[in-house]
DNA sequence: ACTAACATGTAATCTGTTACATGATTGA
DNA sequence: TCAATCATGTAACAGATTACATGTTAGT
């Protein structure tokens, strides 16, 4: 999860560690960044995988600051896994939206497609959150549990508004 | 998160391992059930807390059946992390959604209401996902990647909707 | 002078995963 | 008879966290 946010960041632009935990905790939505012992060590994993360059630029900074660029290696990595993502980055909400982050990397319009439409699927299939068994679900399935009933209404509401964009976007790319 | 979980679902009644996975496979929504290997050790880790009791029914079963009670110390535990959730139980979206579901546990409104409070100053205070630095951010500070816009608009219509409940509930638990 | 932000890193630990292992029951 | 579901468990490993460790620079 955090690896691949590393490779789509790093394929806009090169970056430093300590600039990727921003963009990172910006893009994660909240205010808790990704600790640094996490950080730090995924970084060296990488380059030692050979998916990034490390440049050390000492100067008149805080610290040397560790430039990191991402590889053709880097690059590979990150469409194949935009291009065929595991079923983690189809179903669970935060790999999800971190995918969407970069799936404009994905230069096939059909390539991009193809995901959308796994999403979908995941989202209208039976089964999922708001069914139970070949049911749908409703609030008043939730009696006397106004928190429950609160926690439907949001994710209907989510997922109202996912799927509609879903098929706009589908449309507007098959075209 | 998982502990947590299982506090919730056995104050509402006692149940097996097996039956707990599915609950909160359900309770996830998603169709990926928690892993075996996480949940029996989980258990086992529980009751070695004293959190709870394991009574084995033999029977006409598949197999022999671990009956999970919740202990007067679970339920206390229970209680303890609902009335002062973890700063992650506030901000990460999954766990914010397993604690609404058994936020009807904390029998006084006014706790329920100071939880609830919490969730909203998180929601709408600056710098969170919707906010670049001081100024809000809108659709089309992504130009150029319908992705990025298509992220913005389904978090933006969650949020919406949860603040929305949220000042809904607040009023009526406090009136 | 002090604090916040910049910048990188290690060690111990926690939580979860996958893969492996076993075996009974129910329905097609 | 064969597959799916029920039911519990262990071992190896992956990914992330917290706490620790160090030092600089910019702003109040």
Redesign the interface.
């Known amino acids: 999860m955090l690896e691949f946010a590393i490779l789509g960041f790093l394929a806009d632009a090169p970056l430093h560690g300590y600039e990727l935990r921003k963009r990172v905790a910006?893009l994660t939505?909240?205010?808790?960044p990704i600790a640094d012992g996490t950080l730090y060590p995924t970084i060296k994993r990488m380059e030692r995988a050979g998916l990034l360059r490390r440049d050390v630029q000492a100067g008149q900074m805080a610290a040397p600051r560790h430039v990191l660029t991402l590889s053709p290696a880097g690059h590979a990595e990150l469409l194949r896994q935009l291009h065929t993502p595991e079923?983690?980055f189809i179903?669970?909400?935060?790999r999800w939206?971190t995918l969407?982050?970069f799936?404009?990397h994905l230069e096939d319009p059909a390539d991009?497609a193809a995901v959308l439409h796994r999403r979908l699927s995941f989202l209208t299939r039976p089964?999922?959150?708001f069914w139970d068994g070949e049911r749908p679900l409703r609030a008043d399935d939730f009696p006397?549990?106004?928190?429950?009933q609160?926690?439907f209404?949001?994710?209907t509401?989510?997922s109202r508004?996912?799927i509609a964009?879903?098929r706009e976007?589908l449309r507007?790319l098959t075209r």
Do not use: C, V
């Not at 939505?29 to 808790?32: A, W």
């Not at 179903?91 to 935060?94: A, P």
């Open positions: 910006a939505g909240h205010i808790r079923e983690l179903t669970d909400e935060n939206f969407l982050a799936l404009r991009q089964g999922s959150f006397d549990d106004p928190f429950r609160g926690l209404r949001i994710a509401a989510t508004t996912e964009w879903l976007m507007s």
